[in-house]
């Protein structure tokens, strides 16, 4: 009701006083409210008509947001020279620009700029614009160490914290070529929550809690993708890089909740909304409600994943739809990877329950807004990140519809 409320009173500013900032403002309220239509429109009417520098550069910014990346990106590209002298700006309007690249499928001529901008000269910009109250004092005294492309071998490499669970599920593939190129150790630093599964993976880490350690090297894992991602099909993961021990046990109430289920019928596992606060909300999660054509297939047997409070409405859909509610009892993501197991499937937004699932090369098929992360580049169906993964894309901002219809036609063709 508030995003409503405050949609009004843009509105009317707008149209008591039409200029770029009420323009922006209106633009901003209409995307909160998923009124995507109405913003593109108006961007588009007011991208003919900014002049200055700043107006150009967050138009630009605000038409990615808006998925809009082949009218943002000659804006884009016209500003970001023009930024030069103040770096933290250029670095954020060169972020924006490496979207775009990425999501028109241009990654040759994205990843360039992006090894720039995680390079050890831009290291120091974005270390404090990533670090709590802009404070990066914690890097300054290894600011010489950072790992670019020296040799690893014999060198104890440290991995510092960085990005969600998704981003270091994903991500952490590149130990794999760190261990074969001869680091002698290779540390990292993770959520307390992932310890118990990076544990008992196959992983060649050393888990820590923080830089206090000796090292040769340090980087991050947006940085080793810098580095060794060569390609969009390199490393390609044919097959899961992160393993499951066999020895570890389900919590009790989980045990029982997927023995003796029904028989004959197909298995999946559900997510559909994330509380990260990233940004691609409100478009990346969705209301469960959207999901209902997809609950109603015949022979399947939903599992709901989503963790943490669910509200009344959810808890009324599942029960009247038949979906077994197992979020509740998931501890840990090692909880959760050892469920997927027993999945034929994993049908989820793109949040790291899709990393978890395609690291272990369990089916997995991703549901992603059209403004989507760039690492998804432009595939359509198939990600060279996980064999095991397939996108289904909006072809709409907002409009998950062709998403859900495409999603039943491949269960129902599976199931023939």
Request: net charge negative; charged share 20%.
């Given at each position: ?68 990346f ?42 360039p ?28 005294p ?11 071998a ?33 540390y ?68 029982q ?32 409600n ?12 939903f ?11 959810e ?35 793109d ?66």
């Amino acid at each position: 009701m508030s995003n409503l409320v405050d949609l009004t009173a843009a509105y009317t500013t707008y149209q008591s006083q039409t200029n770029y900032d009420t323009a922006l403002n209106l633009i901003r309220k209409l995307r909160n409210c998923q009124k995507v239509e109405d913003a593109i429109e108006l961007a588009v009417k007011w991208s003919a008509k900014v002049d200055t520098l700043m107006q150009r550069t967050q138009l630009g910014i605000d038409m990615n947001y808006l998925g809009m990346f082949k009218q943002a990106s000659p804006l884009l590209e016209e500003v970001l020279p023009q930024w030069t002298a103040y770096p933290y700006d250029y670095y954020l309007i060169a972020s924006e620009l490496l979207l775009t690249r990425y999501c028109l499928g241009q990654f040759q001529d994205a990843h360039p700029l992006y090894r720039k901008m995680r390079s050890a000269e831009w290291c120091e910009v974005w270390s404090r614009l990533s670090s709590p109250n802009k404070d990066n004092t914690w890097l300054l005294p290894h600011l010489d160490k950072v790992l670019e492309r020296q040799p690893v071998a014999g060198k104890r490499i440290m991995i510092a914290l960085e990005g969600g669970a998704g981003d270091l599920l994903q991500l952490l593939r590149y130990t794999e070529i760190l261990h074969r190129d001869g680091a002698s150790a290779i540390y990292c630093q993770a959520p307390h929550y992932l310890h118990g599964l990076f544990k008992n993976s196959s992983l060649p880490i050393t888990l820590v809690d923080s830089l206090a350690i000796d090292f040769d090297y340090i980087t991050w894992p947006f940085s080793l993708s810098a580095i060794y991602q060569e390609t969009p099909y390199f490393p390609s993961a044919v097959e899961g890089y992160l393993t499951l021990s066999d020895e570890y046990s389900l919590p009790e109430i989980i045990q029982q909740t997927l023995v003796g289920r029904r028989g004959g019928c197909r298995r999946i596992g559900l997510v559909w909304r994330s509380e990260s606060g990233a940004r691609h909300e409100p478009f990346r999660s969705m209301e469960l409600n959207t999901l209902v054509p997809l609950l109603e297939t015949d022979a399947t047997e939903f599992f709901s994943l989503q963790v943490g409070n669910l509200t009344e409405q959810e808890k009324g859909l599942l029960e009247l739809h038949g979906v077994v509610d197992l979020g509740a009892h998931l501890g840990s993501f090692e909880d959760t990877a050892h469920v997927m197991k027993h999945l034929d499937l994993v049908i989820t937004i793109d949040s790291a329950p899709a990393h978890l699932a395609g690291a272990c090369n369990m089916p997995v098929w991703v549901m992603l807004a059209q403004a989507c992360d760039h690492r998804w580049y432009d595939c359509q169906h198939y990600t060279p990140w996980y064999s095991s993964m397939r996108l289904y894309r909006q072809t709409m901002l907002g409009d998950w519809r062709p998403v859900i219809d495409g999603m039943m036609k491949s269960l129902i063709a599976q199931q023939n």
